[in-house]
């Protein structure tokens, strides 16, 4: 071990850590049931977003999970309130609350929804020492009046990254979405529905499988080196 460090000069050899598989299996795992937060995009009456929305809720809740879903009716827009906003701090508190997300979002002029955005922009990257996303499952879905369309889910699956969450490899993308659902708002049977609950399906087998090992499996090399130099430079300043 210590002839390969040798050939890595930049490497800062005691902040470096060979990964460990026994890290990987939690001595004692979790047994409350798996909490979920989920999102939808639109504020319409028969909002489709929010009718599939409560489709994966249904669905989650039959598997097991304890399931929270967020109405983003009087958010304000990101900046436009403070931070102690009713609104803002439900949103808040249930993304801290939760272990995995769904978001769901219409695509509007090829896009996800401004109200899906806000939602996400009130979330924070950090919030002191927390990170209320870092390590949670997500799952991305979308509804579109057309043909089928992946650019909602895309995009979607680019913040859940930037918001360092573990996004499932399936997800869900219901076309004419006004066909799906029936008056009670029920989504009628199909090969769509079916996706639903395969996405459904994988967001709890990873979120059981990830969730109390999240911490190590999002420590990073870079991080540990920042705080050792952040700590160093305290420490330094306390003792001039």
Known sequence: MSHHLSDLPNLQTELFQQPDISQLRPAS????????????????????????TLEAARLLTAMGADVKVF??????????????????RELRELT???????WCSPER????????KAQIDWIP?????????????????????????????????????????????????????????????????SAYYDRVVDVMEELMKFTLLTRDIAPYLVDRYSERKESAEALSKRVNQRSI
């Open 29 to 52: 795992p979790s047994q409350h049931p798996p909490r979920f937060l989920l999102l939808y995009g639109s504020l319409r009456e028969r909002s489709y977003s929010k009718l599939l």
């Open 71 to 88: 109405d983003p009716k009087d958010l304000p827009l990101p900046d436009g309130a403070p931070e102690d906003h009713p609104k803002v």
């Open 96 to 102: 801290l609350w939760a272990e995995g997300m769904v």
């Open 109 to 116: 002029h090829g896009a996800m929804t401004g109200i899906m």
């Open 125 to 189: 990257l950090n919030s002191g020492a927390i990170r209320p996303t870092q390590g949670k499952t997500l799952a991305v879905m979308e509804v579109s009046g057309g043909s089928q369309s992946f650019n909602a889910v895309n995009q979607l699956r680019i913040l859940g990254r930037w918001m360092r969450m573990l996004t499932i490899p399936n997800q869900s993308s219901v076309p004419k979405a006004f066909l799906e659902f029936d008056d009670a708002g029920r989504m009628k049977p």
